[in-house]
């Protein structure tokens, strides 16, 4: 098996009682955040060869990364405090929400102007989650954003 084929994840789960209260709308997007992360990802476990299976959850206010190979054996748990990605979240969600009201009311530069920080601020969180799963899992920029959009469907409402 190749690296392309081994570093990767194959199957991804939220964990359904981690997941708040949400709308069909809110659901669709968690939905097409796994197929796009499914499609294209890199992902590495140190000292463990893959294909992955992963399953995302929140235990105790902690952020859990549930880890298997593709027969469903475990290889890891990695828990992350949620605290250094409470201010990014908090401001994406915020930045999303004027977005979404712009796109209805404001001129397309003003709309244009609110993205580039929406995207900022993803970049920013999808950074910060590289960075505290460094030395453990191994992900590309890529993959770190869809990872994030997941983080942040943990907590999305609505």
């Known amino acids: 098996m190749d690296a392309a084929t081994a570093n990767r994840l194959t199957a991804l789960e939220l964990d359904e009682t981690s997941l708040p209260a949400r709308s069909r709308e809110v659901d669709h997007e968690r939905r097409v955040a796994i197929f796009d992360l499914l499609e294209d990802n890199s992902f590495a476990l140190a000292g463990a060869p893959g294909p992955y299976r992963l399953r995302l959850a929140i235990h105790e ?4 990364f549930d880890v298997r190979s593709d027969d469903e054996t475990k290889l890891r748990d990695i828990v992350m405090s949620l605290t250094p990605f409470r201010k990014v979240v908090r401001d994406y969600f915020m930045i999303c929400e004027s977005y979404y009201d712009a796109i209805r009311k404001l001129s397309p530069s003003q709309i244009e102007t ?26 590309d920029f890529g993959t ?11 907590h999305a409402k609505g």
């Open 61 to 64: 206010g902690r952020l859990l």
């Open 114 to 139: 609110l993205d580039m920080g929406r995207r900022g601020l993803h970049d920013e969180g999808s950074e910060l989650l590289r960075e505290r799963l460094g030395g453990k899992i191994e992900l």
């Open 144 to 154: 770190a954003r869809r990872l994030f959009t997941l983080l942040c469907a943990l």
